[in-house]
Every structure is written in C-alpha cells, then in structure tokens.
C-alpha cells in the first residue's frame, strides 16, 4: 500500500518568515495530494490540495509543489502569521481520495512572534 | 465542521466492553470514512463507505465494525474495546456524486480504554 513520510516533525519559524514542510509518497500511482491544518481540538481542515496533472498550485500565501518523478511534494507558506501556528498534515492517494487518503505523521509548525 | 457531528465527544471505557462511535452529517455527501489518529503517527483509515450498501476496510479494520444506516449515519463500533484502541477517531465525508474530493473532518471522538 501507500506509504507517505513528512519532514520535519516540529518547525519553528519567526513570524513574517516562510515554512516549507516536505512529503514523499512511495505509490506511482497515487493522484491527488491534499494538507491539512489541524487546530487543538479540532478535526483536519483542507487548505489546498494539487493532482498529479498540475505541478504547481497556489492560494494567497500558500502554494504546493508536486514533484512526480521523484514522488515528492511540498507546502510553502510565506510571511507566516499567528495563526498559522497548528499541525499540518499531507496525504496521498488514488483516484482522488475516494478509497480514503493515507496522510504522513504531521508537523507541529510553530510561529515564533 | 458543524455540518458533521460526532458523538460522544469524550468516552472513558473498560476493556472487553462494547462500545459504538456515532457520525452524523447534513451536508448530503454520498462517501463516509472513520479514521484514527495516534500521537505522532497521523491519521490512518478505519472504514469507508461509498453508501448505505458498500462497506470497505481500511488499513487498520482489525477490532472494529461499522454500519451504514442511512446516507446521513455511520457508525463505528468496537465489540471488545482493549487499551491499545486508546485514540482520536475522526469521521469524514465526502460528495464523489458531485465529484468533489475534498474531505470534510467532524470534531473528533476522544477514546480511552482502561
């Protein structure tokens, strides 16, 4: 099955500065890749997802790249903010996350005022 | 999302009892999931269902059942809970009838098993 590792598991940045957080994917033939954020105590919420047939995608000050080659994938947020602070999670799967999404183990992204 | 419900949201359980996780949604969505989330280990699939007829297993269905009672309803039961089902269980919906991908979390089942 799908296997899907995220680097890093804690990333602590200033405010006003960018976060990368990294995803690689071990299925060729997986086809959609969504993050999400993840408050305390809440469920995940989708903030931007990118298909296999798009290499990159972007909404306001966030933006994913998909590398399909080597079967990796990436989330950029610039000038972070308070309130990006939380768990951000990506995910992988086959035909578009109909048969459920395998997700990586998370990064607790920290923003530093 | 308000618009999925689960309940309870806190449970404190014994081991060997019975216990059954409720989902309810009003957004209409035609596909329903159960996940678990464990510290530092994501979120991994339970059960989905594509509607009331179709039930698949996920990665980790060992130890659980479900149920489709109506498009609106899925429940997630444990027959014999044991500590290490100690975790967070999310249900998702989905509408593929609309062919939307996107999937909706509710707030989260907070399980212990002593």
């Known amino acids: 099955g799908e296997n899907v590792e995220q680097h890093p598991s804690t990333l602590s940045v200033q405010e006003g500065d960018s976060a990368v957080i990294k995803c690689t994917y071990s299925d060729s033939a997986s086809n959609y890749f969504p993050w999400y954020k993840q408050e305390l105590g809440k469920g995940p919420q989708l903030i931007i997802d990118i298909r296999s047939n798009v290499g990159e995608k972007k909404d306001q000050r966030i933006a994913v790249t998909l590398n399909k080659t080597a079967k990796h994938f990436s989330l950029h947020i610039t000038e972070t903010q308070p309130e990006d602070s939380a768990v951000y999670f990506c995910?992988?799967?086959?035909?578009?996350?109909?048969?459920?999404?395998?997700f990586g183990k998370g990064t607790h992204l920290i923003i530093q005022p | 999302d308000a618009d999925v419900t689960q309940t309870p949201r806190n449970r404190i359980t014994k081991t060997g009892k019975r216990i059954m996780l409720e989902c309810s949604q009003t957004?209409?969505?035609?596909?329903m999931y159960w996940y678990r989330q464990d510290p530092g280990l994501g979120l991994r699939l339970i059960y989905y269902s594509f509607d009331v007829k179709d039930i698949n297993k996920g990665e980790i269905s060992d130890g659980y059942s479900v149920s489709r009672q109506a498009q609106a309803k899925f429940s997630l039961s444990l027959e014999s809970a044991i500590p290490n089902q100690t975790a967070l269980y999310f249900c998702?919906?989905?509408?593929?009838?609309?062919?939307?991908?996107?999937?909706?979390f509710g707030p989260g089942t907070r399980l212990t098993v002593l």
């Open positions: 995910a992988a799967s086959k035909g578009g996350g109909a048969d459920g999404l395998t």
């Open positions: 957004k209409g969505h035609d596909r």
């Open positions: 998702a919906t989905s509408d593929w009838q609309r062919g939307t991908d996107t999937q909706y």
